[in-house]
């Protein structure tokens, strides 16, 4: 449904206007609700647990000047599929700064880490089949679905967590190389005839999808995303469409109230939060709650029923490291110099995206 019809609807159906509504995180959906509830009327003030506002989107600036380099530390990418939040790029008017996202298997000169071996996309697919054994090299099936099989790993390894990597190689020991062998792979051969369109081939094969895991199943969603390539940026850092928002909201935002109980009961629901080391408690006509589930159930929660409760405490957040550095000189561009540094992040972190001026340059 289109995000403008929404509102329109919000706006048929609020018919008490004037209520007092309390919204508990300051990121975006906090920002957006506050946003929106002002304009219908409503009275709300924010509070936000951290020093800052705008919660996983966060742009890190290396310097005070308007083109200082910069990285993104959270959101990085809005897909073409996401329409309400492309509706508020241009509520805000940013659209003139959305451009192109370039993700890391676009990218032919960046650099990836398989088991070891240090190299760029576009020699991917003369190293996959020597680096990758057993399976990948079971003359039992074709050499075109050994190398999507291939192909398929270093994706999956590039952007999942370990679990999932190991459960995709056992699915592929299993069942699915026998699946792969049986399906025409040809359409999803790029023209090059050596990489792969992933996304077409999720989409379209189903049953493929049916026959994994149940948990690769579902980050498949994320690996379509991942590899997509209408993906959008906002040229100057996502933090734009915070700084916008802020602008726009008439309410308080009070930041370092760090809540840690919400009671409801019938009538009203009941905070408390710790300020400057000290607790207090309010008592609310309205609280909307935009804390992400990984706070929350850390939280004391009386009067919430059975099904939200197990939602709280059964989502399963992946985790995942960025490191971002700003260097004097384009070091990437002498190779033994990016192969000695990777391999150095490596000793300490096992799954990051590695960062430049906010642009995916290496995964290790």
Known sequence: MLTTTLLDMCELNNLQPGKKITILGAGIAGLVAAYELERLGHQVDIIEGSPRVGGRVWTHRFGTEN??????????????????????????????????????????????NLEGKIFKIKDAPHILQQRYQGIFTDTRYSE??????????????????????????????????????????????????????????????????????????????????????????????????????????????????????????????????????????????????TIPFSVLRKMELTGFDERKLNSIHNTYYCPATKVAFHTKEAFWQNKVFVVVLLLAVKVYVKHTILLLNSIPIAVV
């Open 67 to 112: 083109d200082a380099p910069y990285a993104e530390l959270g959101a990085m990418r809005i897909p073409s599929s996401h329409h309400h939040t492309l509706h508020y790029v241009k509520e805000l008017g940013l659209s003139d700064k959305l451009c192109k996202f370039m993700t890391v298997f676009e990218e032919q000169n960046a650099f990836i």
């Open 144 to 289: 075109q679905t050994r190398l999507f099989a291939a192909w398929l790993k270093t994706i999956v390894d590039t952007i999942s967590p370990g679990d999932l990597r190991e459960g995709l190689e056992n699915d592929l020991k299993s069942h699915l190389m026998d699946e792969l062998e049986r399906l025409d792979l040809s359409p999803y051969f790029c023209e090059d005839n050596e990489s792969i369109d992933l996304q077409s081939f999720i989409k379209q094969n189903p049953g493929f999808r049916a026959r994994c895991s149940k948990a690769l199943d579902m980050f498949f969603e994320d690996i379509i995303v991942e590899t997509g390539k209408d993906l959008l940026q906002l040229q100057g850092g996502m933090e734009q469409i915070i700084d916008r928002l802020v602008d726009s909201i008439q309410s308080p935002i009070k930041c370092n109230q760090r809540v840690v109980a919400i009671r409801v009961n019938p009538e009203f629901t009941e905070i408390d939060y710790i300020e400057n080391g000290e607790k207090h408690t309010r008592h609310c006509d309205y609280v909307l709650c």
